[in-house]
């Protein structure tokens, strides 16, 4: 018999979700089977699944130890921790709580796995969490990042450290009621604006189309800016600016300000390829000038109500500082 008693991060979730991430491996009617057998108990009682389970419920698993092994995927689990260390991937804990948590991404890294054998910022992620002694972690929910960034984006990251902060997160983004916004660095002199386009991703390019009008298969996608400083910068002007992004859509304010003209620098794929190969040889910029420096929470963040009218910021990485002291 194995007894497990439910944590604060896993709480508010149903029992049956609960029991499909304790037991990966394992069909559905398994677990309902032995439910309806009461080899699965919830508080010591018959469970249905469609409970909500709660902080300090008991879970009891009445199955032999290799039964529950194999169902659990225990040696898979372990040779799918990654041991990782923080301070040398370049990631910076900004804020964090019971509930979520926000890093600093350094340009280069990858938000999520694009392929197995990648390492993101959810792995990193995982394994700091996993070393903190206060951190009350079951295998049954899965800490994650709730805001995606370029890989060459650099700045703010959400993440989710229990499901209380996944879920208050992904509604706030949905709802746009979480203030994301932006600094870059683009060719051309930008006044302010708020710009409604359509875009659409084309698959075969990993590049989205842009229009100012409505096109077949596009969504509507609304950034906003201000100028934050007018630059010179190898002979061309360029602009500094702050952009609030309105919707939050794949390459949105890169394609956005690429399709008016005004590309950011070192973008490799919206940018101009040739002003991008001298300010690589003058500054060694390698990614596009593009950081998430600040995000504001509204006044009433709901279950998060430590960041009720939280700010977090972000300061400018080096290859900004370079560029604006030229």
């Not at 602009?239 to 690429?258: D, P």
Request: hydrophobic letters at 35%; a positive charge.
């Amino acid at each position: 018999m194995k007894e497990f008693t439910i944590t604060y991060n896993e709480a508010g979730q149903r029992f049956d979700k609960y029991l499909s991430k304790m037991l990966p491996e394992a069909s559905a009617s398994f677990y309902y089977k032995m439910l309806r057998k009461k080899n699965i108990t919830l508080n010591g009682k018959k469970a249905d699944g469609k409970e909500k389970i709660k902080q300090g419920d008991v879970v009891r698993f009445f199955l032999a130890d290799d039964t529950f092994a194999k169902f659990a995927g225990e040696k898979k689990k372990e040779k799918n921790i990654p041991k990782l260390s923080l301070e040398k991937s370049g990631l910076k804990v900004l804020y964090e709580d019971e509930d979520i948590l926000a890093f600093d991404k350094p340009a280069g890294l990858l938000s999520q796995k694009a392929k197995p054998a990648d390492i993101s910022v959810n792995d990193y992620l995982i394994a700091y969490l996993r070393e903190q002694e206060d951190y009350d972690h079951q295998d049954s929910f899965l800490p994650s990042i709730c805001n995606r960034l370029d890989r060459n984006t650099s700045g703010i990251i959400l993440c989710g450290k229990s499901l209380t902060g996944s879920m208050e997160l992904g509604r706030m983004l949905k709802e746009r009621s979480l203030k994301k916004y932006y600094r870059c660095i683009v060719l051309g002199n930008v006044t302010a604006d708020k710009l409604v386009g359509y875009i659409r991703k084309d698959e075969k390019t990993n590049k989205i189309i842009f229009s100012p009008k409505e096109f077949e298969g596009s969504s509507r996608v609304e950034t906003s800016w201000k100028p934050v400083k007018s630059l010179t910068v190898l002979g061309e002007s360029c602009t500094e600016l702050e952009v609030h992004l309105i919707t939050g859509k794949t390459h949105q304010i890169r394609g956005h300000l690429a399709g008016i003209g005004h590309p950011l620098i070192g973008d490799c794929k919206y940018g101009n390829r040739t002003f991008n190969d001298r300010c690589r040889k003058a500054f060694g910029v390698q990614s596009q000038m593009l950081h998430a420096c600040r995000v504001v929470f509204p006044e009433d963040a709901g279950k998060l109500k430590k960041c009720s009218g939280r700010t977090i910021r972000a300061e400018l990485p080096e290859n900004f500082l370079i560029i604006k002291e030229r």
